[in-house]
């Protein structure tokens, strides 16, 4: 069911690319099926690991949650990530060097 809905998606998104000349219009949709296509991946890794019940009203708010905190641990890791990348010296390192 899900691919069918990815699979409509996308077919409508190229009708609409082909629609609309102006590249800021494209750029919008070319971000909005970005956004689109990484909540739908996400939603579905974080559903098939840890084996979520979405047929109860209690199984779809433990699911959100579930997800939402996956979210937040990626956004956290890239932050950590981001911050390290920073905080490392990328000058040269003259000490081993031959050059006057």
Known sequence: ???WLIIG???VLAFLLVKYKEVRHRFGLI???A????FV????QVYTSYHLDLKTA???LSAGRVYL???GGVLHTMVRISGYTIHQEWG???????LP
Do not use: H, K, Q, Y
């Open 41 to 44: 991946f996400t939603i579905r």
């Open 31 to 33: 971000a909005f099926l």
């Open 92 to 98: 040269f390192n003259f000490t081993n060097s031959t």
């Open 58 to 60: 209690s199984g779809v």
């Open 9 to 11: 998606g996308v077919i």
């Open 35 to 38: 956004i689109f296509l990484f």
């Open 69 to 71: 905190s996956w979210l």
């Open 1 to 3: 069911m899900l691919s």
